[in-house]
């Protein structure tokens, strides 16, 4: 069990620019999260998976993020045209049971 | 909307002195109860967590949490502050009849531990 891992850790981009985040959460885990937490705050949920199924989406997650989870496994966050609001720490998470969940390191992304 | 309080952002305490942080939470119908630690640049970390049964449990490191139902309170406790105790700590909730037990989180509580 070698835990949820993230790529990248840190991400600086330009205001309009595309970003791409990987997660590969804790192996035969079925149940994956994506949250964000701001500077100086608790962390937000934005989206969920069971096996390859997105069941549920914040209200935070606008048009411009999608989310995928091909296969099950691994999962993407991308943000398309990111703007200086985006910046913060996207954090992912795996459960394979209702109450537990583990989370990666996190990447932080950085807009200029 | 479930939410979560956690009183003081920044709590300081001596090195051996009692550690005290404060959750509620505003469900009517106990949620799943979770406290999380988060080091600088780092993850967070299941400190220990309250699904049903005994309402004191223990966790790692000598943290333990008291769930009062008729409070709607989640404290974290430790008898003895470590100075590796200094990080961000995280109360949290999850609704029991959510199938997909989101996790709702307080602002957090940085502890700090002067020696």
């Known amino acids: 069990d070698t835990g949820v891992s993230q790529d990248p850790r840190h991400k600086i981009t330009k205001r309009g620019q595309n970003v791409t985040f990987r997660c590969d959460p804790i192996?035969?885990?079925?149940?994956l999260y994506w949250y964000r937490q701001t500077l100086g705050q608790g962390p937000e949920f934005l989206t969920y998976?069971?096996?390859?199924?997105?069941?549920?989406k914040s209200r935070l997650l606008s048009d411009r993020f999608s989310a995928e989870r091909p296969k099950g496994s691994f999962s993407t966050l991308e943000i398309q045209r990111t703007e200086q609001g985006d910046s913060a720490m996207y954090l992912c998470a795996s459960s394979s049971r209702d109450y537990e969940q583990f989370f990666g390191p996190g990447t932080r992304l950085t807009v200029l | 909307a479930q939410s979560v309080t956690q009183l003081g952002s920044h709590v300081s305490v001596s090195e051996g002195a009692l550690v005290l942080l404060r959750c509620n939470y505003s469900?009517?119908?106990?949620?799943?109860l979770f406290w999380y630690v988060q080091y600088p640049n780092q993850g967070l970390q299941l400190l220990l967590k309250y699904t049903t049964g005994a309402t004191l449990v223990k966790g790692i490191n000598g943290f333990e949490a008291e769930f009062k139902k008729s409070e709607t309170s989640f404290h974290l406790t430790k008898p003895s502050a470590h100075m590796s105790d200094a990080a961000e700590y995280f109360c949290?909730?999850?609704?029991?009849?959510?199938?997909?037990?989101?996790?709702?989180f307080g602002g957090g509580t940085r502890l700090m531990v002067k020696p």
């Open positions: 469900s009517s119908v106990p949620p799943y």
């Open positions: 949290a909730v999850s609704d029991r009849w959510n199938a997909g037990n989101m996790l709702t």
């Open positions: 998976f069971q096996n390859e199924a997105q069941l549920e």
């Open positions: 192996s035969e885990h079925n149940r």
